[in-house]
């Protein structure tokens, strides 16, 4: 008997998942992981004050940003949610009248938790090198490590890794530097 076939994932799916539940849409396949946990809202909210005031609010750093927490990127029939997402207000001078972005980010960045580490990894890194996000971040909130790329042609390439406690300044935000070990829970 053959195997049947698989119907691509669409946006009803993701609407019709329970509140507690956030739903993606990679390659056709939905993908669903639970709200963040502790370490990764820590992780996740802290960093988004560290970036946010300096490059989003211009306070204390250049400005010309925006950088948002967990956007809807409605992306080349894909559906992505990272945690944190920014973009050059040069690229995107006004934010969009709608709950999501059809404007590709700048950067991205995936806060890992075991739940998410896999497709963070493997799927949707590679898939926003394709779709010309100009650099990620990997935020390891359990080994206490961040992952910097830069998008080469659509590959990445790692240009920094931090770990523990150590003052960063990271492109494409070096032109400020903050303490890694801010967003670590205790």
């Given at each position: 008997m053959a195997n049947p076939a698989i119907k691509p994932a669409t946006y009803?799916?993701?609407?019709?998942?329970?509140?507690?539940?956030?739903?993606?849409?990679?390659?056709?396949?939905l993908i669903t992981h639970p709200r963040p946990a502790p370490r990764h809202a820590r992780a996740s909210s802290n960093l988004g004050v560290r970036i946010g005031g300096p490059f989003d609010l211009g306070d204390g750093g250049p400005g010309g940003w925006w950088i948002l927490d967990e956007p809807e990127l409605h992306l080349g029939g894909h559906v992505?949610?990272?945690d944190?997402?920014?973009?050059?207000?040069e690229r995107m001078p006004r934010l969009p009248d709608v709950a999501w972005f059809e404007c590709v980010p700048d950067w991205v960045c995936e806060v890992l938790s075991p739940s998410t580490a896999r497709d963070d990894r493997a799927e949707k890194l590679p898939l926003y090198g394709s779709l010309g996000v100009a650099h990620a971040w990997l935020v390891d909130p359990d080994t206490r490590v961040l992952e910097a790329y830069e998008n080469q042609q659509g590959r990445w390439l790692l240009v920094q890794t931090h770990a523990g406690d150590s003052r960063v300044s990271v492109p494409p935000f070096e032109a400020v530097e903050w303490a890694l070990g801010e967003?670590?829970?205790e």
């Open positions: 009803e799916d993701i609407l019709a998942l329970p509140p507690n539940l956030v739903g993606e849409i990679v390659y056709g396949r992505l949610v990272p944190l997402a920014g973009w050059r207000r967003l670590w829970a």
